[in-house]
């Protein structure tokens, strides 16, 4: 009895769905007519198998029970077949969508990887070298004021450059000598600025000079931190700018994503016309 049950549920199901679902061109008809003659040659061989002598009544009732459950199965087979090669369109462009939402999400992730090590290197290389490195940075954050002061910056630049070319062909023992006899010179000259106020722009001159001299000093001991510092910035920079064009391609993939994925999504509420 629950055999019975179960297959008139299939049937019931079957009706349901291949009614309300589908619309049937020609061809789908002649295809599911074509499916139906052969269920129908199916039952009868089966019944007269299985119940042979049995007489026209019960073999056209048996024929009917076996029929319209094994019709059914059928007619659903193709009919979902039919649905699948027709959505295949839309899957397949979805898939692809995925694969490529997927790679570019590894790249972002790379990409934040790079950058956190990046930044955990940069923080232990400063924190090796801090003490130097804050008296560079303090040394040009010092020079590129003064340079950009009184409306000088083309002929205080110019100067700098001269210096720093001058100092950066001496030996270290010769720079750290002429270092010592500008801030001798430096203190000289301050204390004849309390009664010669002109003497402010040579003051200030010659705090920039021995500035240069300084940041030379501190190149020639800081020449491997600055260049890994360097490098790594170079990498944080490539990383960003990779990050960056790797989310607006995310955002354009995720845009035609959900565009097919509506077009899906409209293809299956409607009801599907099969064979067309």
């Known amino acids: ?73 059928i007619a659903l087979a193709i009919v979902e077949a039919w649905r699948k090669r027709k959505q295949s369109l839309f899957d397949a462009s979805i898939g692809a969508l995925r694969s490529e939402e997927e790679r570019i999400l590894e790249t972002i992730t790379r990409n934040q990887q790079q950058l956190a090590l990046a930044e955990h290197k940069r923080q232990t290389l400063e924190q090796l070298h801090r003490e130097k490195l804050s008296d560079q940075r303090r040394i040009r954050d010092f020079l590129e004021t003064w340079e950009r002061g009184n409306g000088l910056a083309r002929i205080r630049s110019i100067k700098i450059q001269e210096w720093r070319e001058g100092f950066g062909g001496m030996s270290r023992e010769d720079l750290e000598q002429r270092r010592a006899e500008l801030c001798a010179q430096l203190d000289e000259t301050e204390v004849k600025m309390r009664d010669e106020p002109g003497l402010q722009e040579r003051v200030e001159q010659l705090r920039a000079q021995v500035s240069v001299a300084s940041l030379v000093l501190l190149g020639g001991t800081l020449a491997q931190p600055n260049s890994e510092l360097g490098g790594l910035e170079r990498k944080a920079n490539e990383a960003t700018a990779d990050k960056a064009e790797a989310e607006r391609r995310l955002e354009a993939i995720r845009l035609q994503l959900s565009d ?5 999504d409209e293809f299956l509420a409607d009801q599907i016309v099969l064979g067309n």
């Open 260 to 264: 097919w994925e509506r077009r899906r």
């Open 1 to 73: 009895m629950q055999f019975v049950i179960f297959l008139i549920a299939i049937v019931l199901v079957a009706a349901w769905r291949l009614s309300t679902r589908y619309k049937y061109s020609q061809k789908a008809q002649r295809v599911l007519s074509l499916s139906a003659a052969g269920a129908l040659v199916i039952s009868v061989i089966f019944n007269l198998w299985l119940f042979p002598g049995l007489n026209l009544l019960y073999l056209i009732l048996a024929v009917a029970g076996v029929f319209l459950p094994v019709y059914s199965l």
